[in-house]
Nanobody
């Protein structure tokens, strides 16, 4: 079965950096997107960045553009989210999830189209 595990969260001061990892396993398809989302208490889950396996195309929401970078290491079957210039409002549980594309429509930041969320990893940014 498909398994995704986010890791790398922790405590960091405002202005600092963290790199999150999403280890993937059990995939039986080639064309898919891995998305990074986060959810803070009292807020809805929001998309941050996503990368497509077939062509490495990436998308970012405006609030993280220029600060966060999504990338992949195919040899390690891992997707990363490099987070720089962190702000207290970045505090949230961060999740990675997969959307199977099969060459079709890509609902880039529609959380309902992503699956296998796992438990996420907590990022806490102090003032």
């Amino acid at each position: 079965d498909v398994q995704l595990q986010a890791s790398g969260g922790g405590l960091v001061q405002a202005g600092g950096s963290l790199r999150l990892s999403c280890a993937a396993s059990g995939f039986t398809f080639d064309d898919y997107a891995i998305g990074w989302f986060r959810q803070a208490p009292g807020k809805e889950r929001e998309g941050l960045a996503t990368i497509r396996s077939s062509d490495d195309s990436t998308y970012y929401v405006d609030l993280v553009k220029g600060r966060f970078t999504i990338s992949r290491d195919n040899a390690k079957n891992t997707v990363y989210l490099q987070m720089d210039s962190l702000k207290p409002e970045d505090t949230a549980v961060y999740y990675c999830a997969v959307q199977a594309l099969y060459g079709g429509s890509w609902y880039i930041f529609n959380a309902e189209k992503y699956h296998n969320w796992g438990q996420g990893t907590l990022v806490t940014v102090s003032s």
